[in-house]
Structures are given as structure tokens and as C-alpha cells.
């Protein structure tokens, strides 16, 4: 008979957590120490993601933002709380952001998406921080080609997550998401965050049916499992990755199409994008089908289904026009050259007058803003869309200006036409869809037009070599569409 021990052989203890996060980094094609933004929900991926990183050996700067939705009450106070309590046992700085949601469930996942996205753009901006942190697993990548295969998605469409995308605009500063765990199963997340005696939060609307994903985590995997053994969630996981690579083959060919901005683009109030409809004519019907879904993608964040692609590129190649339109207020026209997608339409701007006095600046509702300066600008005037320099010898003895939205009856002779015309008349010759007429500002001198903004100059109020004093009038987008800036001098956009 063996003797007993006097002591009990030890426990295992596991490894720490931060010493995965180098290959988890790596596997991403992320630099470890890079400064990196977490996107904290408190749920076991999230959590897991979290001590990696904040327990690595060489630590990068970090910084967990909770989202809070507000849409499951008493519950989302208490998933914040958690986060807050982690994060200071963890020593990293926390940030909480709420959101406001409408909360009808048509269409309810994929505004939140949207919403969070911007909210952890945004919080990466102000921490300078150019990487977020999200903890999307394996599990979440099977889903979301099901649920793409299921919604009749293009092949374009179907690959899953990706390990990396960019959000934001380049001329804001372009953001870089990436998932670090796609290689881990939700099962083991929660089984080395158990090991380890590690907490997470349960969120109740992940055992809600009116969402397709649960409906599917909950009886389609399931039952799959049943059907084909062990082994078939693995096999789907491997068509996967073989569509993507496809995919990204295809991708080879057609990499240098992209959006192009409209004519006029800083008059617009919302972005927009173009593409001569040549270039898609010109492909094979495959090739031109998977672009044509990745251009939607890119700018809508949706793939329209197959019959919807398939009467695009037949009026295309028959070049017949198109008007059309796409899920979420987005519209695609088809020109005699260009294919032309319009964003969803902004509400009617209320009755809206201000006045614009040099040295000051006008908000507009659309969230642009006119700047009017006196000029020490000498020789001919630019010829930026953005900005306009006009005589202030032309104002008068009342050189005040206003800023409005366009009204029945306006007229405008702009610079270098022959006589006026109907304002209505000038936005159909500069292409300006009739939808956005309504938002392009005006500046007036009295009731004459000064300055179609984003478009022309007033003939009237044209620079001469006898003109002794300028206003120089520019036009900020918070987008900087059109070449126009979001800032001005010293003043920051954004802050205004």
C-alpha cells in the first residue's frame, strides 16, 4: 500500500491569459504593442480579449469602451457597472459610451452595428489610438455566412469576418478594426476564462428568438451538428475560408474600382459616389456581378440579392437608363455614362435663415457650416468648389448677408453665364439631383444670390481690377466631400 503524501501535490495553476496575446496579436497581423482601443460589452469574448491584452508581458497603452444601448434597462446598468469594476482591477482607463436607438426591431442589429462601429471610431480618435479591439470568435464568423447564405447573399458577400477592416474616412483618419479570436470557438473562450475563475456577463437578448442570429445559434447549428457529426460546423467553417479566398482572387481584377465622388460634390450634403458604367460593362457578367456586390457593400453595407444585381447589369450592358431603388433609402441611377448611387434622402430642411457677417460662421441643420472672412487675397480668385471670393465694393452700403436653403422663384446668374436663369434650371445643369436641390445653401446679398455654395459664384459679385476689398466665403463638410475642409485656419470643425 503506497504511503500517503504528507502534502497534496499541487494544484495546476494555468497559464496567464497575457501570455496568449502575442500569437493572438500576431495571428490578427497586429504589432503586440501597438496602442490598441477594447471594445468592452462584459460578455465572455470581450472579457477574454481584455485580460489577454492587459495582462500581456509588454503591455500596450490601452482603452475599454463600454457601449450601452439602453434598451434592456436595469441590466444594461449592471453590464456597464461590471465593465467599470474590471477594467479598474485590470488598471485600464475606461470610457463609457450610451447610445440612442430606436428600438423597432426591424432592422434593430444592424443599426446597433452601425452605431457601434461609429461610437468606437470616434473614441479611438480621441484617445489617438489608430487599432479597436473587437472579440469576435469563430463562432460569430459561421454565423454570419449562414446568415448571408440564408438571406441569398452574392458570393461576394458570403465570407465571414474578417481578421482587419478600416472604418472612417482617410481624411479623418482611418481606423483600424481587428478580431483577434477569430480562431477560437466560443466554448473555449469560456472554458479558459472558467479555468481561471474569471467572471462574464450573460446579455438575456442573446436567448431572445426574434433575432435571426439566436434563431440560428439555438436550432439551426444544433441540428447541423446532428445531421453531419462532429465534423460539420468544422466543414462549413472550411467553406468559409475557401469563398473567401476565392473571393479575394476575383478581388485581384477589380481592386481599382471604386466609388468615385460626384460632380459637384461639395454642394452635396450627404456623400454620394460614382463609376463610369463603362468599366462594369466591360467585364465578363461573374466578374462584373461580384464587383458590383462589393461596391454596394462598401457604400451601403448591404448586398441586394441576385435578381436586383442581375437587372443592374443588364440595363447596363444594354445601356438602357435605371433608376432604382436599394434597401435603406440608398437610390442607383444609371446615366448614359455613369452609374450613380444616391444616399438616403435627408430630412426637408426647416425654414432656415441666419445671418452671415464677416468674422462669423453659419451652422447649417445638414451639419455643415459657411465661413465668411475678410480677404487679403490679391490677383484672380480661386476656383475651388469649396470656397468663393466676392466683392464686398459690390454689397453696398448694406453689406449684409444671409444664408438660407433655395425657395420657389429664385433666379441666379452665376459667373461666366450670360444672363440668369432659374435657379432650378442651374441645379439641373450642374447634375444636382433633384432630391438634394432642397439642401444645397445659399448666400444672399438682400434677396440677390451671392453664392450658390459648393457650386458658383454670382456674376454680380465677381472680383475686377477695380474691386478694393474681398469676402472670402468657404464651405465646411464634416466629411470633407468635395475637397471642402473640415476645418478652418485654427478653428476646428468638429469643436464648432
Known amino acids: 500500500m503506497a504511503a500517503e503524501l504528507p502534502f497534496p501535490p499541487p494544484g495546476r495553476h494555468p497559464e496567464p491569459l497575457g501570455a496568449r496575446w502575442g500569437d493572438l496579436a500576431r495571428g490578427a497581423g497586429l504589432d503586440p504593442a501597438a496602442p490598441a482601443l477594447v471594445a468592452l460589452s462584459g460578455g465572455a469574448d470581450s472579457v477574454f480579449l481584455l485580460h489577454c491584452a492587459a495582462q500581456a508581458p509588454e503591455r500596450p497603452r490601452l482603452i475599454a469602451v463600454h457601449l450601452d444601448h439602453g434598451l434592456r434597462g436595469a441590466e ?249 431603388a436599394l434597401p435603406g433609402g440608398w437610390g442607383l441611377r444609371a446615366s448614359a455614362e455613369w452609374l450613380a448611387l444616391d444616399p438616403p434622402r435627408e430630412p426637408a430642411a426647416p425654414e432656415f435663415e441666419r445671418p452671415l457677417a464677416p468674422g462669423s460662421f453659419v451652422r447649417l441643420p445638414c451639419g455643415r457650416a459657411i465661413v465668411c472672412e475678410r480677404s487679403s487675397a490679391s490677383g484672380e480668385p480661386p476656383h475651388e468648389d469649396w470656397r468663393a471670393e466676392i466683392s464686398a465694393d459690390a454689397l453696398g452700403l448694406w453689406p449684409e448677408l444671409h444664408v438660407r436653403y433655395p425657395r420657389p422663384g429664385d433666379r441666379f446668374q452665376a459667373l461666366g453665364a450670360p444672363g440668369g436663369k432659374r435657379l432650378a434650371r442651374f441645379f439641373q445643369d450642374q447634375e444636382i439631383p433633384a432630391a438634394e436641390r432642397a439642401q444645397v445653401p445659399l448666400v444672399l446679398h438682400g434677396e440677390r444670390i451671392v453664392w450658390v455654395a459648393g457650386l458658383r459664384p454670382a456674376a454680380a459679385y465677381a472680383i475686377g481690377p477695380t474691386t478694393l476689398a474681398r469676402l472670402s466665403l468657404v464651405l465646411l463638410h464634416p466629411e470633407g466631400a468635395g475637397g471642402a475642409p473640415r476645418h478652418w485656419r485654427d478653428g476646428d470643425f468638429g469643436a464648432r
Request: hydrophobic share 40%; proline share 5%; charged share 30%.
Open 76 to 324: 444594461s446598468d449592471e453590464d456597464a457597472q461590471f465593465c467599470r469594476e474590471l477594467c479598474a482591477r485590470l488598471d485600464v482607463p475606461f470610457v463609457l459610451r450610451r447610445l440612442t436607438l430606436d428600438p423597432r426591431p426591424a432592422g434593430l442589429e444592424a443599426r446597433a452595428r452601425e452605431a457601434r462601429y461609429d461610437a468606437l471610431v470616434e473614441e479611438a480618435r480621441k484617445a489617438r489610438i489608430g487599432t479597436v479591439l473587437t472579440g469576435h470568435h469563430a463562432d460569430d464568423a459561421l454565423e454570419t455566412l449562414l446568415l448571408r447564405w440564408a438571406r441569398g447573399s452574392e458570393t461576394a458577400g458570403l465570407p465571414g469576418l474578417r481578421a482587419q477592416l478600416v472604418r472612417g474616412a482617410e481624411n479623418e483618419g482611418e481606423v483600424l478594426v481587428v478580431r483577434p479570436l477569430l480562431q477560437l470557438r466560443r466554448e473555449e473562450l469560456r472554458t479558459l476564462l472558467a479555468e481561471r475563475g474569471v467572471e462574464w456577463r450573460e446579455d438575456s437578448s442573446n436567448a431572445s428568438p426574434r433575432f435571426a442570429r439566436n434563431r440560428l445559434r439555438k436550432g439551426l447549428l444544433p441540428r447541423l451538428s446532428e445531421l453531419g457529426g462532429p465534423a460539420a460546423l468544422e466543414s462549413l467553417r472550411g467553406f468559409a475560408r475557401a469563398v473567401e479566398e476565392f473571393e479575394e482572387h476575383c478581388a485581384s481584377f477589380t481592386s481599382g474600382l471604386a466609388w468615385q465622388e460626384p460632380r459637384h460634390a461639395a454642394a452635396r450634403a450627404t456623400g454620394a459616389g460614382r463609376l463610369p458604367r463603362a468599366a462594369l460593362r466591360s467585364l465578363p457578367s461573374p466578374l462584373a456581378r461580384r464587383v458590383l456586390a462589393r461596391l454596394l457593400a462598401e457604400r451601403t453595407g448591404s448586398i441586394p440579392g441576385r435578381a436586383t444585381l442581375d437587372r443592374i447589369l443588364a440595363a447596363l450592358s444594354s445601356e438602357r437608363l435605371l433608376a432604382l
